[in-house]
């Protein structure tokens, strides 16, 4: 599977526990830390960690596995290394405050197919 299709299926399973703000953003061109970066936010904490156990799951039944993960035991921030794919889940106070898309402004970003983009000027 590719790295693209590995961040899709991130995305994808975190919209389905009700992630907020979802945006993969291709990290080829400005590091080579990994190929794609999924960040997401949860309204909780217990919400984090069931946005991170599901993307787990589902990668599991495609025959992928998290090679390292760290933070679910608080749910703020955690990070999960699917190797050129990082998954970055946040709470929203933390979200707003690390501002991953912003460190990392020069990453293209990517709408995941099926990933409902939210128009923000209607709430």
Request: glycine share 6%; with cysteine.
């Amino acid at each position: 599977m590719k790295s693209l299709e590995i961040a899709f299926h991130c995305a994808d399973a975190a919209e389905d526990k009700q992630a907020s703000d979802i945006v993969i953003l291709d990290m080829r061109e400005v590091s080579s830390l990994s190929d794609y970066f999924m960040i997401c936010a949860g309204g909780s904490d217990r919400q984090t960690r069931a946005i991170a156990e599901e993307i787990k799951l589902r990668l599991k039944e495609k025959g992928l596995k998290c090679s390292h993960s760290e933070g679910e035991a608080e749910g703020r921030w955690i990070v999960m290394d699917f190797f050129d794919v990082m998954v970055h889940i946040f709470s929203q106070e933390a979200r707003e405050f690390y501002q991953l898309e912003r460190l990392w402004g020069d990453a293209q970003k990517i709408l995941a197919p099926g990933v409902e983009k939210k128009d923000e000027s209607k709430n």
